[in-house]
C-alpha cells in the first residue's frame, strides 16, 4: 500500500496549501492523538489547525472591512469612477469620519506614463 492517506499532507508546505488541507490537518491531529505516544506532535498540529481558523477569521474581517476601499481604488484607477469615490469609501471605512483629502501622489512609472503621454501630445499639436 503506498502513502497518500492524509493526501500527502506532509508535502504542504506553504500557508495557501496548508488552508486547503484543513481537513487532512484535523486527521492527522486525531491519528496522533489516539496513538499515545505522541501527545506533542498531537498538540502541536491542533495548534497550527487552530492558528488557521483564527488567521483565516481575522483576514475574513479585513477583507469585508476593505473590499469597498479597494474596489473604490480599483475602479477609480480603471476610470470607472472618481476620486471621490474612494473618499467615500475611505470614510465608510472609518465609520462615517471625515477623510483628509490630499493630491495623489504618482509612482515613478506612473510619472513616467504621463510624461510620455505629455510628450507624445506635444509633438501630436507641433
Known amino acids: 500500500m503506498s502513502g497518500g492517506s492524509y493526501n500527502y499532507?506532509?508535502?504542504?508546505d506553504d500557508l495557501a496549501e496548508l488552508f486547503e488541507r484543513r481537513d487532512d490537518l484535523a486527521?492527522?491531529?486525531?491519528?496522533?492523538?489516539?496513538?499515545?505516544y505522541a501527545p506533542d506532535a498531537a498538540s502541536e498540529t491542533q495548534q497550527l489547525l487552530l492558528d488557521l481558523?483564527?488567521?483565516d477569521i481575522r483576514v475574513q474581517a479585513s477583507i469585508r472591512r476593505l473590499s469597498g476601499v479597494w474596489k473604490a481604488v480599483e475602479w477609480w484607477h480603471s476610470s470607472d469612477s472618481s476620486e471621490?469615490?474612494?473618499?467615500?469609501?475611505?470614510?465608510?471605512?472609518?465609520?462615517?469620519?471625515?477623510?483628509?483629502r490630499m493630491p495623489y501622489q504618482l509612482t515613478p512609472d506612473e510619472q513616467a506614463a504621463v510624461?510620455?503621454?505629455r510628450r507624445?501630445?506635444?509633438e501630436g499639436i507641433r
Do not use: F, N, Q, S
Open 9 to 12: 499532507l506532509c508535502y504542504a
Open 27 to 36: 486527521g492527522m491531529a486525531d491519528v496522533l492523538a489516539r496513538l499515545g
Open 53 to 55: 481558523r483564527a488567521t
Open 84 to 100: 471621490e469615490a474612494v473618499y467615500d469609501a475611505l470614510a465608510a471605512y472609518r465609520g462615517g469620519g471625515p477623510v483628509k
Open 115 to 117: 510624461e510620455e503621454l
Open 120 to 122: 507624445t501630445r506635444e
